[in-house]
Every structure is written in C-alpha cells, then in structure tokens.
C-alpha cells in the first residue's frame, strides 16, 4: 500500500492482550459481558454451596465446577494472556532478547493490520460500527473483529481528521450500523449460547436440588 493517509502503531503487552479480551467481549455488546459475569457467579456460587452442603469433594461433578469456574474466571486473566503474548512474539519474528511485537495499522486504498510479520487486508466495506471514545477508537470488521486505536499513537494523520476521512469511506457502499443494529445482530449471534448457558445454568440447579 504505497499511499498511507493514516496509521496508528502500538506495542501489545500483557496489559494490552487482557484489554483484547475485553475488546472481544465488548464486540458483543453490554448483554454479552452481562451473560459472562452471571455466569461467573453462578459458578462460584454452586461450587461453594455444593461444598459446605456436602457431597464427596472428590468428585466427576466437583471438579466439573471447578474447571469451569477456572475456564471462566482464571483463564481468561492469566493463562490467555500469557500464551497469547508468546504468540505474538512469534509472529513478530524477533530475535532475543525478546521485545514487544508491534503492531501497525495503516489506511489507504485498504485496511492493513501488521503484527509483525504478519499482515492482513481489508476494504472499508468490511467496516460496519465505529466507536468513538475519550482515548480509543474502535471499529468493527463484521461481527468477527473489533480493531482499537489509540488517539496517541497516530504516526501519520489526528484522530478528529482519520474520524472524517474513515467515516466517509466505510459508509460509501451501504451505511454503518447504528446502535441498536450492532445490538440486533449481538442477540442473534449470541442466542446458541444464551440457549447453552441456560441449560448449563439449569442442569446444576436440578443437580443441587436433588442433592439437598
């Protein structure tokens, strides 16, 4: 891509993957990271109930809570990071001592997201919901990818003119989704796992009941 309006660059750190994360819960919207902290809760809850109530603590049930209660709360804050990061580095292809793989975003006549040696393109048609906090922009590839930049680390442009200029060319072909739009998709996405955790969520109830 020889034309470079704007780019945005920044290192991915710990603290930066555990936003990520974050990130992809947000793309789901508020009722997303609502189903995830019930969830949490749920889980918490039952695994101590079953264990001050009773029951064998060794157990296929007790330690069928015990990893989901793990998947749910400890994975996602400590161990995906951390392998995450490796797998950055990777990509990065940096030589020891290792540093912080970088990445670039840089808008021309395409998108190009650049983690190291990695690179992957996209028209501004793929675009469909940009968000625009106090430091951060967000946008949406589809319902698949939410990309941040941080108003800061512009290397080429501002963010209030990228905002113009990204605006316009995402919206050429069809219009950028509205609030309540991205909201629609979310629950209709969302709904086989809604449907899951529900179950889930009713399964251990019965099996608490019966145990009491």
């Known amino acids: 891509m020889d034309d470079i309006k704007f780019e945005n660059r920044y290192d991915i750190t710990k603290g930066f993957i555990r936003s990520e994360y974050k990130l992809s819960q947000k793309r789901s919207g508020k009722l997303n990271l609502w189903l995830v902290f019930v969830m949490k809760i749920v889980y918490i809850l039952v695994l ?9 603590l060794i157990s ?3 330690f069928f809570l ?3 209660v793990c998947f749910f709360v400890v994975y996602p804050s400590f161990i995906a990071p ?3 990061l490796r797998a950055y580095g990777k990509i990065a292809a940096e030589k020891k001592p290792f540093t912080l793989p970088t990445r670039n975003v840089r808008f021309g006549e395409n998108i190009v997201l650049q983690t190291g040696i990695s690179s992957l393109s996209y028209s501004y048609d793929k675009v469909r919901y940009i968000e625009n906090s106090d430091d951060i922009i967000y ?4 319902m698949e990818m939410v990309v941040p930049l941080y108003k800061n680390s512009f290397t080429v442009g501002n963010p209030d003119d990228f905002l113009a200029f990204f605006r316009e060319k995402c919206s050429e072909q069809e219009p950028l989704w509205s609030k309540g ?6 629950i209709k996405d969302m709904t086989s796992t809604i449907i899951f955790e529900a179950v889930i969520i009713a399964c251990l109830l019965f099996y608490m009941v019966r145990s009491l």
């Open 139 to 142: 946008f949406w590839i589809g």
């Open 66 to 68: 015990f990893f989901l």
């Open 60 to 62: 296929t049930f007790t």
């Open 48 to 56: 101590i109930a079953y264990i001050i109530l009773g029951g064998p």
């Open 181 to 186: 739009e991205l909201t629609r998709r979310t």
């Open 82 to 84: 951390a392998r995450k």
